[in-house]
């Protein structure tokens, strides 16, 4: 995830958002609770993943694999009987990462009201080659204004996981103190 954004330097031609922005649908079951009766949230998650993947995978012409999940947040419990869409598209591009923003939304199957939103996630997705070596991905191009403040703060997220990397290599680099116990 140390790849610089890259622009007009780039010999690879844009992509605007629209052509890989994705919605997967998937109706809960029984097999998706919790003990506390709701749709659990690593199950979530996965369809987060799977419709982030599909996206990156679209955007980079290729294979792309998750390199980090962050600000996964769930706003709504999800039930047995909703129809889950996971909205997602990529907000900013680095030379070799994307980082795909993705909205969850829930409906009753059998209901007409409209769809809840009841959860957001970030991922940030490193396009691979064959072997596995990290590959060059086509700048986004923004389209709307939605898709310039989307890419302007994906940017301020990528820059606060780049400072919290650095942080924590400095810390793990200093000599252990020992432990003073706990304060009185």
Do not use: C
């Not at 792309?64 to 598209?89: C, I, N, W, Y």
């Not at 991905?137 to 650095?166: C, G, N």
Request: hydrophobic residues 40%.
């Amino acid at each position: 995830m140390t790849d610089q954004a890259h622009g007009a330097e780039s010999d690879i031609p844009g992509k605007p958002t629209a052509a890989s922005r994705t919605t997967l649908s998937h109706i809960m079951t029984h097999n998706d609770t919790n003990l506390l009766g709701t749709v659990h949230g690593g199950v979530i998650m996965k369809l987060v993943d799977d419709a982030a993947g599909a996206v990156a995978g679209r955007h980079s012409g290729g294979p792309a694999v998750t390199a980090s999940m962050d600000e996964m947040a769930f706003l709504e419990p999800v039930r047995v009987g909703d129809l889950v869409h996971v909205k997602a598209q990529v907000n900013w591009v680095g030379r070799t990462s994307m980082e795909v923003g993705v909205r969850v939304l829930a409906e009753r199957w059998n209901e007409s009201t409209p769809a809840q939103q009841v959860g957001s996630a970030y991922l940030v997705f490193a396009a691979v080659d064959a072997d596995g070596k990290p590959r060059t991905v086509p700048p986004v191009i923004p389209e709307t204004d939605r898709d310039r403040r989307r890419y302007q703060e994906a940017q301020i997220r990528r820059q606060h996981r780049l400072a919290r990397r650095r942080a924590i290599k400095e810390l793990r680099a200093q000599p252990l103190s020992p432990n003073p116990g706990p304060s009185a």
